[in-house]
């Protein structure tokens, strides 16, 4: 299972761009990456999932470099109620996840 | 769909009392997944389902906890005797990997059981 790295926290403000970086250095072959956001006393819900290159919905894009080795999360023109924990999820299947510290964000008036 | 619904969102017992916690999924999803958050410990799967079948309990912490899944619209998680290291958030989460769009299953997580072990 790939284990993962990303920032514990991260800072920003309203309006700006957001990005948050996750390097997973053992990704297996047929590993997704999945990012889900947790806001306080919710469940987390999902983000967006990817395997190569860039995907894009309507709440982010997740870019994923040839190696896979890392996969980079970007908000676009965050706001207030984007303030949460953003987890990266290396992983083939939904019962294999390892759900680490995840990257709290605070987003700043 | 109303979502993953989970019952209680919060309970307060004393140590030694059973706990039950109630998860009822999204209808249609064959895939249940029962987890535990703790500021330590961050977010552990305890137990899974697949069309109500335990497939892997190898996150229960101890003999104490135990989970059912008696058909596709109901689970429980009781927690007997209960102990004060029990406290943490109890997410319920279901999907369906049949028919969507992502290749693993997107996960719907309910709003969690706040248990407090005094």
């Known amino acids: 299972l790939a284990k993962t790295t990303q920032p514990i926290s991260m800072d920003s403000y309203e309006g700006q761009e957001v990005n948050i970086t996750c390097s997973h250095n053992n990704i297996a072959t047929n590993d997704y990456i999945t990012w889900y956001q947790q806001f306080p006393s919710q469940g987390p819900r999902f983000i967006i999932q990817g395997y190569k290159t860039k995907v894009t919905n309507e709440v982010a894009s997740l870019f994923i470099p040839a190696d896979r080795k890392s996969s980079t999360l970007s908000l676009p023109r965050v706001s207030l109620s984007d303030t949460a924990v953003y987890y990266c999820?290396?992983?083939?299947?939904?019962?294999?996840?390892?759900w680490g510290a995840g990257t709290k964000l605070i987003i700043k008036p | 769909d109303a979502g993953v619904i989970q019952s209680p969102r919060h309970e307060v017992t004393e140590m030694g009392q059973e706990v039950t916690l109630r998860c009822k999924p999204i209808s249609g999803h064959d895939y249940l997944f029962w987890y535990r958050q703790t500021m330590m410990r961050g977010l552990e799967l305890l137990i899974y389902?697949?069309?109500?079948?335990?497939?892997?309990d190898s996150g229960m912490p101890e003999d104490r906890f135990s989970a059912k899944m008696p058909n596709a619209s109901f689970s429980t998680l009781k927690i007997q005797p209960s102990e004060p290291r029990d406290s943490a958030v109890y997410f319920c989460a279901s999907s369906s990997t049949s028919g969507g769009v992502q290749l693993t299953g997107e996960l719907f997580f309910g709003e969690g059981s706040r248990l407090t072990v005094l």
């Open positions: 999820l290396p992983g083939d299947s939904n019962y294999q996840l390892i």
């Open positions: 389902f697949n069309n109500n079948v335990p497939i892997d």
